[in-house]
């Protein structure tokens, strides 16, 4: 894992006295990763133009859009969202997100992205997302991809706690945050209308110390 650079600029004065004793002092105020990032499987990067056809061919699939909040893209829908996304390479300030291609290296294709967004700076709160093209899901290559977005939000944006979020009936998402290690924080009970019925939706997050002691039992 690469160290995101830290910005040469210094934190706020009263930073740390609003801390107190919610932590250590909040020194790095962005995330720039270096690109590529490698793990045993995968291969995450920005996004490029090139990458059209494997990020249309799950965008275009009713299956991968059940839960999410858009609808299934034709091919100029899915590369106007590629060119909006091509950029998102770096956390900057609150409400940044990081939107990274998660290439299996075993078959040379990009198999789906992962998300990283700043939720608050003040707060030190992110939220993490993730979609696998179903021809490659089902072999732990979310749980591999999303566990970089974790490392990096703990390790080198220094978050104190990351969430993700997701309908309900949306298992294949749930077993996923269990997987990461998350912890189910809420579950609310109709609080939107959701492809035009009410939904319900499950948040679950990790803190930056569960996430440290998991990494150690695991090492
Ligand atoms: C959510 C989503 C990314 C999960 O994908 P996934 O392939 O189920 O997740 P993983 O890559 O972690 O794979 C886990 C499965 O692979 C199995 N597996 C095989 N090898 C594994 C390994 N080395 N490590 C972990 N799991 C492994 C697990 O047992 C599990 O199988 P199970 O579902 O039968 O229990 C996927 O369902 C998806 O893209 N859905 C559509 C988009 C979406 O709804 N995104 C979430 C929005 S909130």
């Not at 801390?19 to 590529?36: K, S």
């Not at 839960?67 to 609150?94: F, P």
């Not at 294709?109 to 021809?135: A, C, Y």
């Amino acid at each position: 894992m690469t160290p995101a650079e830290t910005a040469d600029l210094p934190p706020p004065a009263v930073a740390s006295d609003l801390a107190g004793d919610a932590g250590p002092f909040y020194d790095r105020p962005v995330l720039r990763p270096v690109y590529p990032i490698e793990t045993a499987r995968l291969t995450l990067r920005p996004f490029s133009p090139d990458d059209l056809d494997d990020l249309y061919a799950y965008h275009s699939r009713p299956d991968v859009v059940r839960y999410l909040y858009w609808e299934t893209r034709d091919r100029a829908q899915a590369q106007e969202y590629l060119e909006g996304k091509i950029r998102l390479t770096a956390l900057e300030k609150e409400g940044d997100g990081l939107v990274l291609a998660v290439v299996w290296r075993e078959v040379g294709k990009m198999v789906g992205q992962v998300s990283l967004e700043w939720l608050s700076r003040e707060h030190r709160q992110g939220e993490i997302g993730f979609i696998v093209n179903p021809d490659y899901q089902g072999r732990g290559l979310a749980t591999e991809a999303a566990e970089v977005m974790l490392r990096l939000g703990f390790e080198d944006l220094g978050l104190h706690r990351i969430m993700g979020r997701c309908d309900a009936r949306n298992l294949a998402s749930v077993g996923l945050m269990k997987r990461l290690g998350m912890r189910q924080e809420a579950h609310f009970v109709h609080n939107e209308i959701f492809k035009g019925e009410w939904g319900d939706e499950l948040v679950y997050a990790v803190l930056d110390h569960e996430w440290k002691v998991r990494q150690a039992a695991i090492a």
